[in-house]
C-alpha cells in the first residue's frame, strides 16, 4: 500500500555487483584484490570524509539538546538540491562558462551553507524549541515528520520547476590524478577530502577558541548553570543548529559534485550512517564523529567490494548496508559510549 | 472555557447514533459507489464509542454494524470490502504496535520486519518456493493450511522479536529506536537478497501465487470473506490488549515506560516485561502478515519498507498511544486516508485536468504525497496533542465499592493474617 522509497538494491545494481564478481573470479582471487585495494581505500575516504562532516551535525546537536536531529540527513539533501539548482541556473545562464571552477564551487558552497542554515534555525524554532523538556520521544516523532516532510517538499518544488526530481549536476571537476600506477584519484574526490578536512579544523577551532564555542560547550555541560551565567540557551542552540545544518549543507553539495545523480532520498540513509558514524565516535564528541566517519566510510567501501569476491559471490555488495547497520547495531550493544566517548552515568 | 465545555459533554445521543447509521447505510444501499456514505458508515463506529448509553448497548451496535451493516450494504462491492479489510489489517498491526509502543514505550521504528517474518513464512511454504531448499516434492501447500499458518506465523514472528529484543535491551529511548530502525532495514535487505546462494525468499521477484485460505473446500479468495477473518483476530487482538493492559504483566510494562530506574528498584524485571512486550507485539503482526500475503497473493520486499513502520507507528500515535479506542482510531483514519481520500483527490484532480479546468504535471499527483502528509502529522501531533485524538485514561479502581464488595469482607494478605493474629489473642 505504502509505496517503497528507498531506492536502492535495485536490479541494475545487483546484475553490476554480479559482473564485478565474475570479473574478479576471472582475474583469480587474492592478486586482483590487492590490486584494487588503493582504489577501495580512496573511494573509501571520500565517502568517509562526507559522512564525517554529517556526522558533525549530529553529534553537536546530539551534544547539546541530547536529542537525534532525524531531520539532519534532509538537510543534507536540501543542500545537495540547492547546490544544483545554482549550478544548473548559472549553467543555463552561461554564467559557468569560462569561471574559474574553484569560484564557482566556492559560490555555490556559501549560498547552499546560508540558506541551509537558515533552514536548521527554522527547523529548529518551529519544530524543536516548543518541545524542550517534552518526554524524549516526542521531539524524536516530531524530528522524523520533518525528515518526511522535506521529502516530499522537495520532491513538490522540483517536480513542479523541472518536471522531474532526479537532478544530475553538472560537473565541475572532470579530470584526475594519477597516484603511482594502480590508482587514480579524481580530482573532485580529493576536493571532497580537503574542503572536509577544512570545514573539520574549522569546526574544532571555532568551538576551542572562540567565546561562543566556549558558550556551546557550556549549554552542552549543563544548560540551566550556563544560563545562570549570562549565556543565552537559546541563542547558543540557534548557532549550533546554524552551524551542523550549513556544514550538513556544504556536505550536501559536495555529494551532488562527486556522485552526479541526486534525488530527494538521499538524504535518509546517508543521515543514518553519518549517525552511526556519530555513535561509533561517541557521540557529543567531535573528534570520535570525524574519525567514525572516515572509518565506517572505508568500512563500508572495503565491504562493498571484497564481501563478493570473498564469499565467492555469495553475498555481494548488497549487503553493504547490512555491514553498516550491524556496526550501528554492536556499538551501540557493547560499547554505547563509542570509541572515543565518556560513559554517562545515570543520575538517580 | 474550552476545557469546561468538554467536561459537560455526556455523550452523543443514542438517538442521533441511530439515525446516523440507518441514514448512511440506506445511502450506501441506494446510491451505490458513493464514498461518502461509506465513509459515513465506518465513521458511525466513533460514534457509537461516543454515545451517551451503556456499555453493552454501544458494543451491541458496534458488532451490528461491523458484522451485519458493512458487509450486507457493501458486501457486492469488492472495493468497499477491500478498503474494509485493508483497513482492518492496519489496525490489527496498530494495535500489536500499541503494545511495543503504548504500553511499554519501547519505540520500535523496524516493526514491519515482524510483518514481514510472518507474511514470508505462509509466502514460502504455501508455494512451490520452499521446494528450492527442501528436498522432496513437498509444496505447495493446499489453502487449508491458511489456518494452522496463523498459529505458524505468530511463533516466527514471536520468535523474531526475542531474537531482536533480546540484544537490544541494553538500549533504551531514541537509541532503541535507531537499532531497530536499523533492524527492519538489515530484514528487508536480507529478504531483497536472499536469492542466492540459496533461493529461499526468490529475491526482488517475490513470490506468487499464494493460495487463498479455504475452510472446509469453500476458497475464501474475496475480500468479503478476508473482512471476516480480519475482524476476528482484531477482536482477539483488541481482547489481548485489554487483559494485558490490566494484568499483572501490564502495569509492569507501564511502569517501565513510566520511569524504568524506579521500575526496576520495584523488582520488576526489565528484561522479561520488555523482552514479552517485544514478542506479543511481534507475534500479533506476525498473524497479520500471513493474513496480508494470503489477501495479496503476491508479496515482495517493497512491501515491508520503513515507510510502513513509520505509517504504523503514526497511526498508534496519532489516536494516542496505549488508547485502544484511539489506536483502532488512528489506524482507520490514516489507512482510509491513504486508500481512499488521496486516491478519491487524486481522480478529482485528473478528471478536473481531463475537462481542461486547470493542467497539473503528473508528478503533483496527491496520491504521491503521504510522506508529506505523514511528516505534517507527526509535527502537529508532536506539538499540539502529543498524547493523540482519545488519550490513555487510567482506569480508576472504585475502592469503596470493592470495600463494600463480598471480596472486600474477608481481609487477604498481611492485614488479614494481623486480624487472625488480634483474633486469636483475643480468643
Redesign the interface.
Known amino acids: 500500500m505504502l509505496a517503497p522509497f528507498l531506492r536502492e538494491n535495485t536490479s541494475s545494481q545487483r546484475s553490476e555487483c554480479r559482473k564485478f564478481v565474475q570479473v574478479y573470479k576471472g582475474n583469480e582471487g587474492w592478486e586482483s584484490m590487492i590490486n584494487i585495494l588503493p582504489q577501495v581505500l580512496v573511494d573509501g575516504l571520500t565517502l568517509g570524509f562526507m559522512y564525517a562532516v554529517v556526522a558533525l551535525g549530529y553529534t553537536m546537536v546530539y551534544g547539546i539538546l541530547e536529542i537525534i536531529n532525524f531531520a539532519h540527513g534532509d538537510i543534507f539533501m536540501v543542500g545537495a538540491f540547492i547546490g544544483t539548482e545554482v549550478l544548473l541556473i548559472s549553467d543555463a545562464l552561461g554564467a559557468l562558462e569560462g569561471m574559474n571552477p574553484f569560484v564557482a564551487l566556492f559560490i555555490t558552497l556559501i549560498i547552499a551553507m546560508v540558506l541551509t542554515g537558515a533552514l536548521g534555525v527554522g527547523i529548529e524554532r518551529i519544530a524543536y524549541r516548543p518541545l524542550r523538556g517534552a518526554p524524549r520521544l516526542v521531539p524524536l516523532i516530531s524530528a522524523i515528520g520533518v525528515s518526511f516532510l522535506l521529502q516530499d517538499l522537495v520532491r513538490f518544488t522540483e517536480a513542479l520547476a523541472r518536471n522531474e526530481f532526479y537532478l544530475n549536476s553538472p560537473a565541475l571537476f572532470t579530470g584526475s590524478i594519477p597516484l603511482g600506477s594502480i590508482a587514480t584519484i579524481p580530482t573532485k574526490g580529493l576536493i571532497v577530502i580537503v574542503i572536509a578536512i577544512i570545514m573539520m579544523i574549522a569546526l574544532t577551532l571555532f568551538v576551542n577558541k572562540t567565546k561562543w564555542g566556549i558558550a556551546m560547550r557550556a549549554v552542552a555541560q549543563d544548560q540551566s548553570t550556563a544560563s545562570l551565567m549570562t549565556i543565552n540557551v537559546n541563542k547558543v542552540i540557534m548557532l549550533t543548529f546554524l552551524i551542523g545544518s550549513s556544514l550538513g549543507g556544504a556536505t550536501g553539495v559536495l555529494f551532488a559534485q562527486n556522485y552526479g545523480t541526486i534525488d530527494p532520498y538521499i538524504g535518509f540513509i546517508l543521515g543514518l550512517k553519518a549517525f552511526t558514524a556519530a555513535v561509533l565516535g561517541g557521540i557529543g564528541n567531535l573528534r570520535g564523529a570525524m574519525i567514525g566517519g572516515v572509518l565506517l566510510g572505508l568500512l563500508e567501501s572495503l565491504s562493498g567490494a571484497f564481501m563478493g569476491p570473498l564469499t565467492n559471490g555469495a553475498f555481494g555488495a548488497e549487503y553493504k548496508d547490512v555491514f553498516a547497520f550491524s556496526i550501528l547495531i554492536l556499538v551501540l550493544l557493547f560499547k554505547p559510549e563509542g570509541l572515543f566517548g565518556e560513559a554517562v552515568k545515570e543520575k538517580v | 472555557m474550552a476545557n469546561l465545555a468538554w467536561k459537560s459533554f455526556k455523550g452523543i445521543p443514542l438517538v442521533f447514533t441511530l439515525i446516523w447509521i440507518v441514514g448512511f447505510s440506506s445511502a450506501l444501499y441506494l446510491m451505490d459507489k458513493s464514498v461518502i456514505a461509506f465513509l459515513g458508515i465506518l465513521s458511525s463506529i466513533v460514534l457509537v464509542y461516543y454515545t451517551n448509553t451503556t456499555k453493552s448497548i454501544k458494543m451491541a451496535i458496534g458488532a451490528i454494524v461491523l458484522l451485519l451493516i458493512i458487509p450486507l450494504v457493501a458486501g457486492e462491492n469488492r472495493y468497499y470490502m477491500e478498503v474494509a479489510s ?1 483497513v482492518g489489517i492496519y489496525v490489527a498491526m496498530a494495535l500489536g504496535l500499541n503494545i511495543v509502543v503504548g504500553f511499554a ?1 519501547l ?1 520500535d521504528l523496524g516493526y514491519v520486519a515482524f510483518f514481514a517474518a510472518g507474511a514470508y513464512a505462509y509466502a514460502i511454504f504455501s508455494t512451490s518456493q520452499a521446494n528450492e531448499f527442501i528436498a522432496g516434492n513437498l509444496f505447495p501447500l493446499s489453502g487449508e493450511w491458511f489456518w494452522p499458518f496463523l498459529i505458524v506465523g505468530l511463533i516466527v514472528a514471536a520468535v523474531f522479536g526475542i531474537l531482536l529484543g533480546l ?2 535491551l ?2 533504551k ?3 532503541l ?3 531497530t ?3 527492519g ?2 530484514i528487508r ?2 529478504f ?2 536472499l536469492d ?2 540459496i533461493n529461499i525468499t526468490n529475491g ?1 521477484q517475490g513470490i506468487t501465487p499464494i493460495p487463498s485460505p479455504e475452510l472446509f473446500g469453500i476458497k475464501m479468495g474475496t475480500p468479503f470473506y478476508f473482512y471476516f477473518i480480519v475482524l476476528f483476530v482484531i477482536a482477539f487482538i483488541v481482547l489481548a490488549n485489554i487483559r494485558f493492559e490490566h494484568s499483572r504483566l501490564g502495569r509492569a510494562w507501564i511502569a517501565v515506560r513510566e520511569d524504568e ?1 524506579a521500575a526496576q528498584s520495584m523488582g520488576i524485571s526489565l528484561l522479561n516485561t520488555k523482552l514479552a512486550a517485544f514478542a506479543l507485539g511481534a507475534s500479533f503482526a506476525g498473524v497479520v502478515g500471513v493474513i496480508f500475503a494470503a489477501k495479496q497473493t503476491f508479496i515482495d520486499p ?2 515491508f ?4 513502520s ?2 504504523i ?1 503514526v497511526m498508534v ?1 496519532l489516536g494516542g498511544s496505549g488508547s485502544i479506542p484511539g489506536v483502532v482510531l488512528g489506524a482507520a483514519f490514516v ?1 482510509i486516508l ?2 481512499q481520500l488521496l486516491k478519491e483527490f487524486s481522480n478529482f484532480l485528473h478528471s478536473l485536468q481531463n475537462s481542461g479546468i486547470i493542467s497539473l ?1 503528473n ?2 499527483d496527491p496520491s ?5 502528509i ?6 502537529l ?3 499540539y496533542r ?1 498524547n493523540g485524538l482519545i488519550p490513555a485514561k487510567r482506569k480508576k479502581n472504585d475502592l469503596d465499592a470493592i470495600k463494600k464488595s463480598e471480596f472486600g469482607k474477608e481481609k487477604l494478605g498481611i492485614l488479614g493474617r494481623l486480624s487472625q493474629l488480634t483474633s486469636g489473642k483475643q480468643s
Not at chain 2, 368 to 372: P, S
Open positions: 485493508q514505550g519505540l540484544p537490544v541494553r538500549v529511548g531514541d537509541y529506536a535507531i537499532v530502525l536499523g533492524f532495514e538489515i535487505i536480507v531483497n537478497n542466492k546462494p526482488p530506574l517493497t512491501s519498507t520503513l515507510m510502513e513509520i505509517g507507528l500515535i489507512t491513504q486508500v504535471p508528478q503533483l504521491k504525497f503521504q510522506r508529506l505523514f511528516g505534517i502529522m507527526l509535527i501531533v508532536a506539538l502529543p
